[in-house]
């Protein structure tokens, strides 16, 4: 997960066709190994990561896969991951431009594959070792009883925090919401800097105070909406009343850029954020030295702690032309020395339970903290409209953060949406 859950509304008529993708390039229509064995042919990959620090390094590591097999190219595009979503959707839907593989997002995984636009990967090359990877992180690849993508990488949120700000204020990390408005309110008399940025314009952000009163979106199990139920109504009140009280500064547009350059700059003390954040954040000024840049658990709501479980996988396009060079290409990305470089450049957290005892893994701080964090993270429903109930609840948790709602409304025509949504749900 990173930058933003919330992919931006696109219409089909709108959708924009990449050029030299994997199923309609000509080096892909070969099948790869048909008939000699040996891999040949384009594999098309969209990249969904971090443009300036992570996609640097997921572009230097797929183009070393043609070191194992050089007769196959590497197609790398970087797709924005707010657009890429609806961007595969339209693509696969047209026949026309899809990748063979790509970056998923976990909560897309199921979506895509009950639209019949991946390929199942049990049995195929792809899937090495499954026992390998973590049950959370393998959990939102299977849908219908088949695996139709395999685990990247597995992440979920803590409370970023700039350690000399806390000096110059005394202040110690929160471990309660209440304790968070206290912290940041002796910040503001201290120093004069604001304490929390929390994200507006995103939904994802929320989910750790949701949690943390007890709420969820729904519950699939009996098939239940359950965001507009008294928890969820208390989670709109807590984000509400951080901004209202002066905790939090908040936005509406632009939150990620407007979040990360507060806090490298040294403007607010505070943000929740992830793993995939890390590299980007010690670019700021403030944390030249990387000692500067503290974490912890997102302070505690009334009925405990709580962030999701979010991450990446990596899934083949059903209607690649070169299914047998995409496999191995996946099978490449999700390798244990492949997870261990990722870890050690960027700090994201693998996938394999075999990664965690290399040393560049064992000995990595943010991966030491995030990883008890990402055990006790709470999973969302891998259910296909998974990834749709972000769209109706970010305009409701922008609404009430911009005081254009009250929570209770805001609850409701969530609740409303959802209902429409996922037809038969209570």
């Known amino acids: ?8 509304a696109l219409v089909a008529a709108l959708g924009v066709t990449l050029a030299a993708c994997g199923s309609d390039d000509k080096g892909s ?15 098309t990959w969209w990249d969904t990561s971090t443009v300036g620090s992570e996609d640097k390094v997921f572009k230097k590591l797929a183009e070393g896969f043609t070191k194992k097999h050089p007769k196959v190219k590497i197609q790398y595009v970087n797709v924005p ?26 909560a897309w995984t199921p979506d895509f594959a009950n639209l019949g636009y991946l390929a199942p990967l049990d049995g195929t090359p792809a899937l090495k070792d499954p026992e390998d990877f973590l049950k959370q992180a393998a959990a939102s690849t299977r849908f219908n009883n088949k695996t139709y ?21 005394g202040v110690e990390v929160p471990k309660t919401v209440d304790d968070l408005k206290a912290v940041s309110a002796k910040i503001k008399e201290k120093t004069g800097k604001t304490g929390l940025y929390l994200r507006g314009d995103d939904a994802y952000w929320f989910l750790s105070f949701l949690y943390g009163e007890g709420g969820d979106l729904v519950s699939a199990g009996n098939k239940t909406v359950t965001i507009d139920n008294a928890a969820g109504v208390k989670a709109l009140k807590v984000v509400k009343d951080l901004v209202e009280s002066g905790a939090a500064k908040t936005d509406a547009t632009d939150g990620w850029n407007n979040m990360q350059t507060a806090f490298k700059d040294g403007k607010v003390a505070m943000m929740i954020n992830g793993p995939w954040a890390v590299a980007d954040t010690y670019a700021g000024k403030e944390f030249k030295d990387k000692g500067n840049l503290g974490i912890a658990p997102v302070p505690a709501g009334s009925a405990g702690q709580g962030a999701p479980q979010g991450g990446h996988n990596l899934a083949v396009y059903a209607g690649s032309k070169n299914l047998d060079a995409s496999y191995a290409f996946v099978q490449y990305m999700s390798s244990p020395e492949v997870q261990t470089e990722v870890a050690k450049e960027l700090s994201l957290l693998p996938t394999r339970t075999s990664v965690y005892g290399q040393p560049d893994v064992a000995g990595n701080e943010m991966i030491g903290f995030f990883k008890p964090v990402v055990d006790k993270a709470v999973e969302r429903p891998w259910i296909p409209e998974t990834g749709s109930l972000f769209a ?7 609404k009430v953060l911009t005081d254009q709602t009250s929570p209770e409304a805001g609850a409701k025509s969530t609740g409303e949406a959802y209902r429409k949504l996922l037809k038969g749900w209570k």
Do not use: C, H, W
């Not at 099948?31 to 594999?43: F, I, N, R």
């Not at 109706?392 to 922008?398: A, D, G, H």
């Open 1 to 8: 997960m990173r930058r933003g859950i919330a992919a931006t």
């Open 29 to 43: 229509t070969d099948g790869g190994s048909k008939g000699s064995g040996e891999l040949a042919g384009t594999v």
């Open 81 to 106: 991951f707010g657009d890429a979503q609806n961007k595969f959707k339209n693509a696969a839907q047209s026949g026309s431009g899809a990748p063979d593989v790509i970056r998923s997002e976990v």
């Open 149 to 169: 993508a395999v685990p990247q990488v597995i992440d979920s949120m803590g409370i970023f925090y700039n350690k000399k700000i806390f000096k110059d204020a």
């Open 392 to 398: 109706p609840l970010v305009t409701e948790y922008t």
